[in-house]
């Protein structure tokens, strides 16, 4: 069912835009079945070695199956409103003849939608500056830095170079902590080492702190978690961590992700994660998927940083990812007096590699005092 979801669009695209081409058969018999074959790289990818979440094939073959698909996406949404108008125009009694020429374009359109769309997806992302107002932050922390990482999703696409240029790039900003919200890799440690390695050139004054997302538990969570601290990125999951400054104090707590309840390890439990944290010090809270927000706030966080909804991948399909992430998809809301910041990702899921006025993001979140 799932994969038959995925190839809608390709089976309108050879209804409406194939079929009615002027060629011989033979050939749209060819295009149909390339442009099938563009809807099915999950179900092929299920037979690599790293299965649907870890494709384990060459980049450059996973980039052109998700420009593939993303042009034939777009070129059926393109067939989808050409068919409205000639619809509307039958009902109106004014007849339009679509001429050849305008199909010609629409799939040009579609090619170079695409091309775009699959570039803004694997880019190294540009800085994203976000100023957030706290209202009992100490003066002491005035201007304090975040760098927030989140669902980069290191895999064949997201390789060990872009790794590498990722953690230059940020690295050039000089944070004073560097926060990693889940999501950091799809694969086994055995076929991911070396992509993650150039990880190990994060680092911030205050300390580079992560947690897990839901990702981590297809594989080998544990695992993951011990190699991830072995480079520096030390996890607080039901745990906390204080930063302090001349005696001011700031509490950077994390979670696991929702789903690890339901993968045979411990879930998230907030309580737990505060205990022992100083009462009157400002929380800053880890949590992978924003859905929990609101139950969150109940227990006076005053900052949470999620990810993986990616933003919603494409401007307006964004209303498909907010019921299950409770409305929360992109961007910054107060939600019962705490702040929630859903970063739009600074990869995502090799599954689908297309972004369209929801980039990719590197956060520098500046905290400021609410006056």
């Known amino acids: 069912m799932f994969h038959l979801i995925f190839s809608i669009p390709s089976w309108y695209v050879i ?33 690599t070695a790293g299965g649907i979440f870890s494709p384990e094939m060459p980049r450059t073959v996973i980039i052109l199956f998700n420009w593939a698909f993303s042009a034939v996406l777009f070129l059926a949404m ?18 339009l003849e679509i001429a050849p020429g305008v199909r010609y374009l629409a799939a040009l359109f579609a090619i170079a939608l695409g091309a775009i769309s699959v570039h803004q997806a694997i880019r190294v992302p540009p800085v994203k500056d976000v100023t957030i107002e706290i209202e009992n932050l100490p003066a002491e922390f005035e201007g ?15 390789n060990a170079t872009w790794t590498a240029a990722l953690v230059k790039r940020a690295m050039s900003l000089n944070a004073n902590l560097i926060v990693v919200t ?23 004054p205050d300390g580079v702190f992560a947690i897990t997302g839901n990702h981590e538990y297809f594989f080998e969570q544990e695992r993951w978690t011990d190699h991830l601290a072995s480079l520096g990125l030390h996890p607080l999951l039901n745990s906390h961590a204080i930063i302090k400054r001349d005696g001011a104090e700031l509490v950077i707590a994390g979670l696991p992700d929702a789903s690890a309840s339901r993968r045979n390890t411990i879930g998230p439990d907030l309580t ?5 944290a100083p009462e009157n010090a400002p929380v800053i809270l880890l949590d992978h998927q924003p859905r929990n927000a609101r139950q969150n706030a109940l227990q006076k966080v005053d900052l949470q940083l999620s990810g993986h909804t990616h933003g919603g991948l494409i401007v307006g399909f964004d209303r498909l ?3 299950p992430n409770a ?32 980039p990719s993001e590197l956060t520098r979140i500046t905290l400021q005092r609410r006056k």
Not at 25 to 40: D, E, N, P, W
Not at 85 to 94: A, E, N, P, Q, Y
Not at 187 to 196: C, E, F, K, M, Y
């Open 15 to 47: 209804a409406r835009f194939v079929l009615p081409l002027a060629m011989p058969l033979v050939l749209k018999v060819i295009l149909s079945l390339l442009v099938l074959l563009a809807s099915q790289y999950l179900l092929i990818s299920r037979f």
């Open 78 to 95: 393109t067939q989808l409103l050409i068919d409205a108008v000639t619809v509307m125009s039958l009902l109106f009694r004014h007849p």
């Open 144 to 158: 304090y830095q975040l760098l927030q990482l989140t669902d980069l999703h290191i895999t064949k696409l997201f």
């Open 182 to 204: 889940g999501d950091v890799i799809d694969g086994t440690l055995q076929n991911r080492r070396a992509d993650v390695e150039p990880l190990r050139g994060l680092n911030a």
């Open 272 to 276: 737990k994660a505060l205990r022992g």
């Open 321 to 323: 990812f907010a019921k």
């Open 327 to 358: 409305g929360f998809v992109s961007g910054l809301y107060n939600v019962d007096g705490m702040q929630l910041y859903v970063n739009n990702g600074t990869a995502l899921w090799p599954g689908v590699a297309v972004r369209l006025g929801r």
